[in-house]
């Protein structure tokens, strides 16, 4: 089996280290001759500035082992011409997107081997052996990047909450401005679902597979947990700073200064200093404010 590598793994910390061991202990001493061949692949590094063409180099360095494990194939009465002997592991980070990317042109590249063993054009062949991204079959093209682009969705929003992040790649074979502005609005919807809604469902994970035992003897799961800061206490708490900067400007500024002015102010000093804290949360997240505000699960907790 073939295994594609996870990228950036230096650089994600603990998942970094522990992918990084585990490939070590699998290579053999001798590569070329064991069935499982790892292949390590930056993909923000190598498709830098949307050059999603540099997809082509997956298969210069390990083509001809991704693309010799064949496929499943009878003839018309059934009988088994070939069976595949390999399968792709493709890894990354979030195991969602990238993932969709790589493996979509990987399989892209088998089904042109699919066709040109059906008797397709040579010519026609050619041509899409030298394209990672297209096929010069439109139709085709047509209904395997809306294949690959639902799959990508659906698998998304049961591990993240929402659609997959480069799908307008998967469905049109570019980047698009508007592929891009989607992209962002799924990644901060991940990030409020990840850290104030995935509490509660590793909750309801927990109670199906009998992980969280209820019992009398044991304290009650639901009470507030020691230094848990919650979002309308949060809210409250910008909303009581406003009031009170309004009071000062208001009580202390210029008597010629409208009112309306002094609310702005106050109401525009509150707004740098959520924005400096969700800063702050984003980048610091686990320690301070961020790792208070983050809702835990509460039925096996982890330690704060």
Known sequence: ASR?????????????????????????????????????????KECAKMKWNHLSRLF?????????????????????????????????????DRTNV???????????????????????????????????????????????????????????????????FTRTGKRTFRGILNDGWNSTMRFYINNFLDGERQDGIDLMIGRFVPSIDSATPF?????????????????????VLFSALSLAGPQDVS????????????AVIWMTLMFLMVKKGSTGLGRRLVVHPRLCPEPF
């Not at 001759?33 to 993909?43: C, E, I, K, T």
């Not at 009470?223 to 009031?243: C, D, N, S, Y």
């Open 4 to 44: 594609g590598g996870q990228d950036d793994a230096g650089k994600d910390g603990g998942s970094g280290d522990a992918s990084d061991r585990s490939a070590g202990a699998a290579s053999p001493a001798e590569p070329a001759l064991s069935p499982l061949q790892f292949l390590w692949f930056d993909f923000h």
């Open 60 to 96: 210069e360095r390990k083509g001809d082992i991704m693309l010799g494990h064949g496929w499943f194939q009878t003839d018309e009465s059934g009988r088994i011409m070939q069976t595949q002997r390999g399968v792709v592991r493709t890894n990354c980070m979030d195991n969602l």
């Open 102 to 168: 790589v493996q979509s042109v990987i399989a892209r590249k088998v089904t042109v081997r699919i066709f040109a063993s059906m008797g397709a054009a040579p010519e026609l062949m050619l041509k899409a052996d030298q394209n990672v991204l297209e096929t010069p079959f439109p139709a085709f093209e047509r209904v395997y990047k809306d294949v690959w682009g639902n799959n990508a969705d659906a698998m998304s929003l049961l591990y993240s909450g929402t659609g997959a992040l480069k799908t307008d």
């Open 223 to 243: 009470a507030p947990r020691a230094g848990q800061e919650t979002i309308p206490g949060f809210m409250t708490k910008l909303v009581v700073l406003a009031m």
């Open 259 to 270: 009112l309306h002015r002094y609310v702005a102010m106050a109401l525009g000093t509150t």
